[in-house]
């Protein structure tokens, strides 16, 4: 089954960084490129960042809203795509998703459960 | 930044009915246009791609249509699990990739 399971949500204090996992199975994660999607309590859907597979250069966009703070990097060793979000802010308060492209396709085909970020002091 | 307008906001219908959501582009987004369906709690579920191409395991009842700017998601024949939040994406013109606001299928 594929599947992409995210972890490192919790509460931060504003200013304080952050980590997030996206670990990837049942398919070859190094084949694809992924994107991070995040939906505010009650809102719809943003979408942050992605990182390109190695075949395509590996290298990384970002939205406006959080670039220069954010960076997506990946381990393809290991499965996993990560989310490190840096000077926090209470609008950065959200569940992130991690997503996988349709290969060939401009579309985001599996998603994870997503977890949970709160800024909050 | 294209801008993804979805109508209506909200939409009241009866299990059996046929639903028909809109997704407008403030330019043309050629056939780059996917639609999710979510239900609460839940991640986004991929529906559509390609504006009309239905995604793995997708029922028939399913269908997308529209090129350029306007696109339709229709479901023929309601049934009482597809009521739920419905959005659109493009990937024609990023970053970013842009998603409608949703339209919420609601059981009249």
């Known amino acids: 089954e594929v599947q992409l399971v995210e972890s490192g949500g919790g509460l931060v204090q504003p200013g304080r960084s952050l980590r997030l996992s996206c670990t990837g199975s049942g398919f070859t994660f190094g084949d694809y490129t992924m994107s991070w999607v995040r939906q505010a309590p009650g809102k719809g859907l943003e979408w942050v960042g992605l990182?390109?597979?190695?075949?395509?250069?590996?290298?990384?966009e970002y939205a406006a809203s959080v670039k220069g703070r954010f960076t997506i990097s990946r381990d393809d060793s290991r499965s996993i795509a990560y989310l490190q979000m840096n000077s926090l802010q209470t609008e950065d308060t959200a569940v992130y998703f991690c997503?996988?492209?349709?290969?060939?396709?401009?579309?985001?085909?599996?998603w994870g459960q997503g977890t949970m970020v709160t800024v909050s002091s | 930044e294209i801008v993804l307008t979805q109508s209506p906001a909200t939409l009241s219908l009866s299990p059996g009915e046929r639903a028909t959501l809109s997704c407008r582009a403030s330019q043309s987004v050629g056939s780059y246009l996917a639609w999710y369906q979510q239900k609460p709690g839940q991640a986004p579920r991929l529906l559509m791609y390609d504006a009309s191409k239905r995604a793995t395991g997708v029922p028939a009842r399913f269908s997308g249509s529209g090129s350029g700017t306007d696109f339709t998601l229709t479901i023929s024949s309601l049934e009482p699990e597809d009521f739920a939040v419905y959005y659109c994406?493009?990937?024609?013109?990023?970053?970013?990739?842009?998603f409608g606001q949703g339209t919420k299928l609601e059981i009249k």
């Open positions: 990182i390109r597979s190695k075949a395509y250069g590996g290298t990384t």
């Open positions: 994406q493009q990937r024609s013109i990023w970053p970013p990739f842009t």
């Open positions: 997503t996988k492209d349709l290969l060939f396709h401009d579309a985001f085909d599996i």
